[in-house]
């Protein structure tokens, strides 16, 4: 697994959680990263991407405002700052990348991110 999912947990209406990836064991360099997550019974979905140059994120509009996606390409680590968490925000979230070039529409778009981590499980209490 090169991959490594980290920071889920059990938070109360409103809370705050820190996912973190590390990525320390890709071989590659250059990629585009994301936080993907998957309620039961629900499809995977993408939460929020960033782009291999860094220039470029990307926010579902789910979580648009509340959550911050960063990386750290020194130490090959991507993290997910979700606030103001709600019930509905609770699923397994993936880390995930890509090293190829993403269509411009399909940025975030779990069905082409090709190495995936395990997931973290975040659950929301109202």
């Known amino acids: 697994v090169q991959l490594q999912a980290s920071g889920g947990g059990l938070v109360q209406l409103g809370g705050s959680l820190r996912l973190s990836c590390d990525a320390s064991?890709?071989?590659?360099?250059?990629?585009?990263i994301g936080w993907f997550r998957q309620a039961p019974g629900k499809e995977r979905e993408g939460v929020s991407c960033v782009s291999r140059n860094n220039r470029e994120q990307y926010y579902s509009d789910s979580v648009r405002g509340r959550f911050t996606i960063s990386r750290d390409d020194a130490k090959k680590a991507a993290s997910l700052q979700m606030n103001s968490l709600k019930p509905e925000d609770t699923a397994v979230y993936f880390c995930?990348?890509?090293?190829?070039?993403?269509?411009?529409?399909?940025?975030?778009?779990?069905?082409?991110?090709?190495?995936w981590g395990q997931g973290t499980q975040v659950t929301v209490s109202s």
């Open positions: 064991r890709l071989n590659s360099d250059y990629y585009h």
């Open positions: 995930a990348t890509r090293t190829n070039r993403v269509i411009y529409g399909r940025r975030c778009d779990p069905t082409v991110y090709d190495n």
